[in-house]
Structures are given as C-alpha cells and as structure tokens.
C-alpha cells in the first residue's frame, strides 16, 4: 500500500523512498514522545519487521514505539488535509527533500505564486528550524530506545513483567520505583507496620508472659501507634498509586492484586478512623489482621508459591477428605465399643475420651498425629488386650498411609506447579531480553524493509552502561562484546549474550606465593598439603574428647569443688595450636588464598575470638594453677568465660564438613534450602501473624492463674484436674495474652507434642468452639506447611544429588548455572512465536511482526 498526500506524490511517499525504493527517510521517527491529539499518522503503513507507528484515536497508548521509515510528526507545523489544499490542523510530515518533484502543490500558495499560476515553480524545502527541531526529536528518539532497552533487560533480571508504561516520564518513575533506596524504604515500612503488633496493646514488653509472674505490660498512649500507622499507611497508598499508573488503567482492572491492595488500604484507613473515635479502647481491630498482606504483594515470588498451593489445594483435599472419613467411621465405631455401662471400673476409657461426639473425634484426631499415644489406648488395653487391635488398625491407616500420601500427593503436585512458576520466570527473563532487542533494532542503520533485525554493538553497550546488574555479568558480556567479530548482533546472538545472567562464576582462587628459597617450598609443600589438614581436624576431635571427659568428671560437684586447672590448661594448648595451625597456613598459601577458602575464614575467626578470650582469661584470673577457682570478677565468671570458650571450640569442630563429601553435600543442600526458601518462610510469617491476631481476639485473658497451688489431681471449679493437663504441665506462658506469647503457643501447636493439651484447656477456659482454632491451625501448618517443606526439600536435595552424580570436571568449566533456578535442566527455552505473540500483546508496545 502506499501513501498518497498532496504533499508527496504516490511515487515518492517518505516511507516508500525514491521511486517507492527501500532508502530510509531523511529523518527519523520520534516515536515515544505524546503527540497531540493522538494521531497524525493514520496513514504512515507499517513495514515489515519494524515496530509500528502510533494508531490514530483517542484511545492510543502513550509511548508506542513506531515503524521504521515512518516520518516524523511536529506538532507546529501544518499539513494540508487529504483531498485540497487547504491547510489542516494536523501535524506536519517531514521526510527527505525531493528538490526535482516537490511541487508548489505541497505548500498553500500565497498571492505571488497564484500571479505565477502557469509557470514552472520552484521546489519549496522546509524551514531550517524545522530540520534543527527534526534533529533535536531524533536525539532524543535515541535516548528514549536506551531507557527502554536499560528498563527491559533490568526486568528481565529481576523476572519483573515488562507489561508496564514505555514513555520516557513512565520509564523514569519506572525506575526510580525500583531502586535500592525506594525499594528499602518499602521494606522497612512492612516491617515497622508488621512489628506494631510487638508494643501496640496487648503489648510484649514484659520478661515472660507466664501469667503468675507478668508484670503490667506497658501500654502505648493511644495515638503513637496509629500516628506510625498512619506513615506506614500514606506509604502503601503512594506504592499503590505508583504501581496502578505504571502498569496503565486497562492492566489495573485486570490485575487482582492491586485492587485488592486498594480494598485494603481502604479497610484499614477506615477501621483506623473507628479507632480513633473510640479513643483505642475497642478490642477487635481487623486492619491489624490485614497487615500480612502487605508483605504478600510486595514479594513475586510469594504470590507464585500462594498460586501453586492454591492449585495444590483440589488434590490436597481429596485426600483430607479420605482422612475425615476416615476420622468418622473409626469415631463411631469408638463409641459403639467403647459405650458406658453399669460397672463404672470398666468406663474409664469412656469417661476419659469417648464420652460424647466432640471428645471421641478429638481424641482420635490427636491420635491421628501420634501426640497422646498409647495413653488413649491404655485404659481400654488394660481391661482386654483385644482392643488393642483397633487403636493399631487406626494408627497404621491414617498416620501410616493416609499421611504419607497425602505428601506424597503434595510432592508430586506441588513440583509441577512449582516447576510450572520457574518455568514463567525463565520465560519472563527471555521476554525482557527480546523486548530490548526490539527497541534497539529501531536504531538499526540499514534499509528499512530488511527482512531481519540487529542490534549495533555501539548501541547495547550504552545499555550495558546505565543497566545496574551483577558486576561479574556486566564485564562478562562487555568482555564478549569486545572480541566480538562484527558489529551488529542478531536476536539469537543478542540472546546468547545475556545467558550470562543464568550462570554463576566458579569462584578462581588466589595463586600461592612463589618462594625462590628452597627451605620455604618444603615448609610450603608440607604446610599446604591436604594432610596437614587433616591433622588439624584430629586435633579438633582430641580436644572435643577432652572436654567431654573434663565435664563429665566435674557433672556432679559443687561449684566450690571444681578444680579448673586442667579444663584451662587443655584450652590454652588447644588454643596456641590452632593459633600456630592458622600462621603456617597462611604462610604456605598466602594470605589472599588463604581468605579465599569459607572454612579458612570460619576457622580464622573463631580462632581469634578464642585467642581474645584466652588472654582476657589470664588477665583476669592469671596463668592456670592447681586449685583454680570460679570467682565473680568483672563482668563475667571464670567459669562463664571456660564454658564460652569451650562452646566455641565446639563449634570450630564443624571445620571437618568441607572434608567429608556427602556431609558437605548435605549442608550445601541446607544452604541452598534457604536461598529458595525466602518465598515459603514468607507465606509461613503470613499465616503465623494472621492466627495470632485472631488468636488474641478471642482468647486474651482467657486462662487465668490458679495461684500457689500444686495441681495434681486437685478439685477446681468443681472438677478435678488429672495429670497431664494444662495446669498440672504448668503450661502458664502458653497463652495469647500478648502477641510474642501467641506465636510461641502456635509454634508449640504446630509441633504437635502435646497439642492436645491447648486443645482441652482452651477448650474449658473460653468455649468448646475453641477446638476450631487449634484444628485449623494444624491442618493448615502442619498437614500443609510441613508437607510443603518436605517436598522442597526432596527436591532440591535430588537435584544436588543427581548434579553430584552427573557432574563434569569443573577444570575447563568456567561457569555453573545458578541454585536459583532449580530446575534448569529440565526447563523449556520459550520459541521465537511465543516471545513475538507475547510481545504483541504488550498493553504500551506495538510491533508489526
């Protein structure tokens, strides 16, 4: 198709050339700048690999990024409209003078030219201001293609989405959003909001939460916490606000997250003014229950683990099904054999767990968990053997099958969502890349209906040069830039250069010092050699053993009694030999090799911290002697100080991991456990805070202390207290009076040892409802959380294993790829078509191909 104008003739069109060739216009299109009114370009065709040019209508996205070869819109100049000469209010069209064939046509003829009607008229060329315009729009066309590339490749590390305003006010929010400082602001604001619950009322200021012995807690004035509530608030609105207008208002109707960020932004502005008018004196406060969300939608990578449980959840609770089932047939097969009858001797297993409906579910329940076996079983056992066979029977079906499948159930689910989510961010990583690409391309100099696009070499490394990235991968890709043998780059090329991002260095160690005299090789050699090593680790586990005979020995014996001499003079000599183990260390590999090593460093700075607490020791006390005794002088005992001296000295022990393979495997796997597992303690926090909140809700000041009262089998409130319940375990401190007190209690729950303690006591203290709580609350942190980490766990120690059995010399190998992602080797590269088809459906980024 071509253009057809009064300005230009169909065959000299700007974006067809001369003579409707392929030679690229004279100058080139501004492309992100707004346009008033939003068209002027309606006519410009879009060309074959190249980014499309703005769509006319109220409607267009700002920064989109035209075609190649489209001209350039000024909004002074003026243009005549499609059919006359009449001037129009549109933008006028700049392209390359065509001095031969630009007629008088082009420009409304004033009243000499209309005196010269007839004759052959002059080409009239555009205003020099026009051009210097022209040149200054095409600079910073330039710099706007680089934001965009810098933003796109800086999401793409981040796995962040690139579906977000391109225009260049868009792109300078974009990052300064993102930012250290900003981003650090946003995370210390989640915590001070999230910490409130430790001081706001019921506060946590007190040494113990025992309700015997807590004093009065102090409580905040009503106003300070809701003033630093308040700042917190105004931050998440300012985050919100910032968030709805970078990803434009058609994506914030479709993105959940925002709008319910918004709603609770609005329920916690609103139940903070109730607050306020009822002078902090009411009791529920939802918004302190919402507070966890916060930290859940600023974390990616938290939101997708919540979306993999909640695909989980429809195969989870197939088997939770099976286990109520379970649980309920078993319970009614309790209550038919274990019915009352009229020798109140044989009722004891009646009276004590299957009186009623409630109680038979709840003792089969916690029996489901092992948590009160065999004590539910004996009094039934005692009378006839027999019955044994049902407690066994239920124990082997639930705990044993029906538990184990479920993590079974939730490993083999869990890891194909999971791997589903790596997937996506691998697929996010490659989109950010190819959207750089794109944009730069557009700086291409080459004709306009090339079939293929490239990148200048010049062009990505002015990127390269505003990009915060890694340090190592920054210098990795300018290194392969600058050998490499042309200078453009093609889209695969471009990609392959940015697969840096998925590797991390093998760290190089140091070179040892040369030493020209041959004494200092030999000490070298000796002192450098694997066995000396060795040696130091036996050293170690000498002076474990002796500590471990000189406690021991001393298990028994007053303070008054025990002799120190020998404790004392067995660290000294430990101590001098690690401090003279780390000196030839250093001087057969240098001090710089040396540090290279984390056992080194680990084994360097206990050894220091030892050596200070040695002479701190003897300057206390002096030199050990016969008869050296603990006495309080400063701040520590002497005995303080050699107990604190040994633990350390047991801990240096752990120096012996790097050398056994398999326990370094192990501990590896722990390490990288952590790093993946930032996403999983995240949600856990989540649901802790919310359980607590509700937990203070309904059951502050609920137990009540007893007093000085021994409390075995004792007659209270008309009952009489057995062993084994909450007040004869002296569980006092296990309350929700406070919120630090709440999640040890959910803490202790979760563990399910002795649960069924909380689930009577609290029970007998509020309300029988109150088993709803703790019942949910293990199915949710035991049964799912639990299992969850099971089969993370699984995983990333089966990926460390087969790495381990599978793995290539690493001496010609200069790279690994990185724990992050785990599943790295089974992920699926995204296709050409479904990086462009995703880029086609950028919401602010328009491409032709």
């Not at 303080?640 to 501990?667: E, G, Y």
């Amino acid at each position: 198709m071509k253009i057809t104008s009064p300005l230009f003739p169909p065959s000299h069109c700007p974006c067809q050339g001369e003579a409707g060739g392929g030679a690229r216009p004279f100058l080139p299109s501004r492309p992100l700048l707004p346009q008033p009114g939003g068209g002027g370009l309606g006519a410009a065709p879009p060309v074959a690999g190249r980014l499309r040019p703005p769509q006319p209508g109220p409607g267009r996205a700002e920064g989109a990024v035209p075609c190649r070869g489209s001209s350039l819109l000024h909004p002074e100049a003026p243009v005549t409209s499609g059919g006359g000469g009449r001037p129009a209010a549109a933008p006028f069209l700049l392209s390359r003078p065509a001095p031969s064939r630009w007629r008088s046509a082009a420009q409304p003829r004033s009243p000499l030219m209309e005196a010269g009607a007839g004759a052959e008229t002059e080409p009239l060329l555009p205003p020099r201001s026009w051009l210097r315009r022209a040149e200054e729009a095409t600079g910073l066309d330039n710099d706007l293609y680089i934001n965009q590339a810098v933003v796109f490749i800086e999401d793409a590390i981040q796995y962040r989405s690139i579906n977000h305003r391109v225009d260049s006010k868009s792109l300078w929010l974009y990052r300064w959003y993102y930012s250290r400082i900003c981003q650090c602001i946003l995370s210390l604001t989640i915590t001070i909001i999230l910490a409130l619950a430790f001081i706001e009322t019921p506060s946590s200021l007190t040494v113990t939460s025992d309700v015997r012995y807590r004093l009065p807690a102090w409580d905040p004035p009503c106003g300070l916490t809701e003033s630093i509530e308040m700042l917190c608030v105004i931050v998440f609105m300012i985050d919100v606000s910032v968030k709805s207008y970078l990803v434009g208002w058609e994506e914030f109707w479709k993105n959940r997250w925002l709008m319910a960020y918004i709603l609770t932004l609005i329920v916690s502005f609103t139940d903070w003014v109730v607050s306020l008018s009822y002078f902090c004196t009411e009791t529920v406060r939802i918004r302190r229950i919402l507070r966890p969300f916060f930290l859940l939608q600023n974390s990616s990578m938290m939101k997708k683990t919540l979306k993999s449980i909640n695909s989980t959840l429809p195969e989870m609770a197939s088997v939770v099904l099976l286990l109520a089932v379970h649980l309920s047939l078993f319970t009614m097969f309790a209550m038919l054999l274990f019915a009352r009858t009229k020798d109140g001797q044989q009722d004891k297993e009646w009276v004590g767990y299957f009186r009623n409906l409630p109680d038979s579910l709840t003792s089969l329940l916690v029996l489901l968990t092992t948590a009160n076996n065999p004590d539910v079983m004996i009094p039934a056992y005692s009378k006839n053997r027999a019955y044994s066979i049902f407690f066994i029977l239920f124990t082997v079906l639930g705990n044993l099958f029906l538990m184990n499948l479920l993590t079974a159930i939730i490993y083999n689910q869990f890891r194909g969502y999971l791997l589903k989510s790596v997937q996506s961010s691998l697929f996010r990583r490659r989109l950010g890349i190819r959207a750089a690409f794109e944009v730069l391309s557009s700086l291409k100099e080459g004709p306009a209906n090339a079939e293929q696009s490239y990148v200048s070499v010049g062009a990505l490394l002015q990127v390269l040069q505003k990009v915060e990235m890694d340090s190592r991968c920054k210098q990795a890709i300018m290194r392969s830039l600058k050998i490499w043998s042309g200078d453009q780059l093609s889209a695969a090329q471009f990609q392959k250069l940015f697969e840096e991002l998925d590797k991390d260095a093998i760290k190089q160690h140091p070179p040892s010092p040369e030493y020209q005299s041959h004494f200092m090789q030999k000490v070298q050699f000796a002192f450098g050699h694997p066995y000396f090593g060795y040696l130091g680790n036996v050293v170690a586990l000498a002076n474990i053993v002796s500590i471990c005979v000189v406690l021991v020995m001393d298990a028994d014996k007053q303070p008054s009694e025990r002799d120190d001499f020998f404790l004392g003079a067995i660290n000294c000599f430990f101590i001098l030999y690690y401090l003279l183990e780390m000196l030839l260390k250093i001087l057969a590999m240098g001090l710089k090799r040396y540090l290279s090593y984390p056992s080194n460093r680990f084994d360097g700075l206990l050894t220091a911290i030892l050596l200070v607490l040695e002479i701190a020791t003897f300057a206390e006390y002096g030199f050990p002697h016969p008869g050296w005794r603990p006495e309080f002088m400063g701040l520590l005992s002497l005995w303080d100080m050699v107990r604190l001296v040994n633990m350390l000295i047991v801990f240096r022990f752990l120096r012996i991991i790097p050398n056994m393979k398999f326990m370094a495997l192990v501990v590896t796997t722990l390490l990288d456990l952590v790093k993946n597992l930032r996403a999983f303690a995240g949600i856990l926090v989540v649901v802790f805070y919310a359980f607590a909140i509700t937990g203070i809700m309904l059951f502050k000041g609920a137990v009540v202390p007893m007093g000085n009262v021994s409390v075995v089998n004792t007659t209270y409130n008309n009952g009489t207290l057995q062993c084994g319940t909450y007040e004869q375990l002296e569980y006092w401190p296990n309350n929700f009076d406070d919120f630090a007190a709440a999640v040890v209690t959910l803490w202790d729950v979760m563990v399910v040892n002795n649960w069924q303690v909380f689930l009577e006591a609290f029970s007998r203290y509020s309300t029988p409802w109150a088993k709803i709580y703790f019942v949910a609350w293990w199915l949710i942190s035991s049964v799912i959380w639990v299992n969850l980490f099971v089969a993370l766990l699984l995983e990333n120690f089966i990926h460390k294993w087969d790495r381990r059995c599978h793995r290539e010399s690493l001496s010609d190998i200069e790279y690994q790829r990185t724990v992050e992602l785990m599943f790295r080797d089974v992920l699926e590269e995204p296709t050409e078509e479904e990086l462009m088809e995703k880029l086609h459906q950028h919401p602010h980024l328009h491409l032709c191909r």
